[in-house]
């Protein structure tokens, strides 16, 4: 809950923004795209799936850690962009990432029980990949809830670059650590 004399995210809130956001980097800008080019035989392709699989999950667990202690804890109040649409805007947006982040676990998850993949990737099973994912509608919507991810990434840093360069409001202070009350 908001409390007008918090000036910063817990700090538990804090490491996990960074972690996730390196997370998230990871899997969906640099993992997860070049996961998808490798052909279904490539031997580096079961590799590649362990590890994007294990840590999208991990990610899935961090987020849900994150939610809970954003409910037990203090947090700043809303921070002001000047404007009453562009506040809602940074709230829905919040929201929205948390929304699209779970849509990329979930969406992950139920390919890879749609595909067999726990099975190929961690059972040693002797299935083939499927040549083709897109066959199966968890992996379509993995694409796509992936690419609305981006965009709204790229919303949110465009935010903060508002709040930090338009408005000078030292924002980034909010999600560091350092002394939380005034
Ligand atoms: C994958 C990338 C990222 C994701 C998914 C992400 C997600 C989020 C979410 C969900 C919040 C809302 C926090 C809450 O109320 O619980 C938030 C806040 C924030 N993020 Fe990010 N973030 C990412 C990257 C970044 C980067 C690169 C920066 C800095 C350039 C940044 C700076 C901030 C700041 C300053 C806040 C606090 C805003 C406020 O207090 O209103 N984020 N982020
Ligand atoms: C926040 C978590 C996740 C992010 C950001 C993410 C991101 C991505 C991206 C960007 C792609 C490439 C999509 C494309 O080019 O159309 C991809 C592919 C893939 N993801 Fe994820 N992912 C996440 C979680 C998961 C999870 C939890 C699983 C399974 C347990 C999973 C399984 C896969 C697989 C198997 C592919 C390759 C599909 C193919 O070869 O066609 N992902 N992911």
């Known amino acids: 809950m908001t409390d007008p004399n ?4 817990h700090p538990a809130l804090v490491a996990l923004h960074w972690i996730m956001a390196l997370g ?11 996961l998808a080019k490798l052909a279904s035989n490539d031997p580096m392709k079961i590799t590649g799936m362990q590890g994007h699989m294990a840590i999208g999950m991990i990610v899935g667990l961090l987020l849900a850690l994150r939610l809970a ?3 037990l804890t203090r947090t700043p109040p809303h921070a002001d962009a000047g404007h009453k649409a ?3 805007g940074a709230k829905l947006a919040h929201i929205g990432l948390y929304v699209l982040m779970a849509g990329m676990v979930g969406s992950g998850i139920a390919m890879a029980f749609a595909a067999d993949l726990f099975a190929i990737a961690y059972g040693g099973a002797d299935l083939p990949v499927p040549e083709d994912m897109t066959a ?11 690419k609305l991810l981006l965009a709204l990434i790229l919303a949110h840093l465009a935010g903060v ?4 360069v338009l408005r ?10 350092g002394k939380r009350t005034v």
């Open 161 to 164: 670059l508002y709040h930090m």
């Open 69 to 71: 202690l954003k409910l």
């Open 6 to 9: 918090v000036t910063r995210y």
């Open 24 to 34: 998230i980097f990871m899997l969906l800008v640099v993992g997860g795209p070049m």
């Open 168 to 177: 000078r409001d030292r924002l980034l202070r909010r999600m560091w650590f």
């Open 86 to 88: 562009l506040n809602s």
């Open 136 to 146: 199966y509608t968890p992996r379509v919507a993995h694409g796509v809830i992936g």
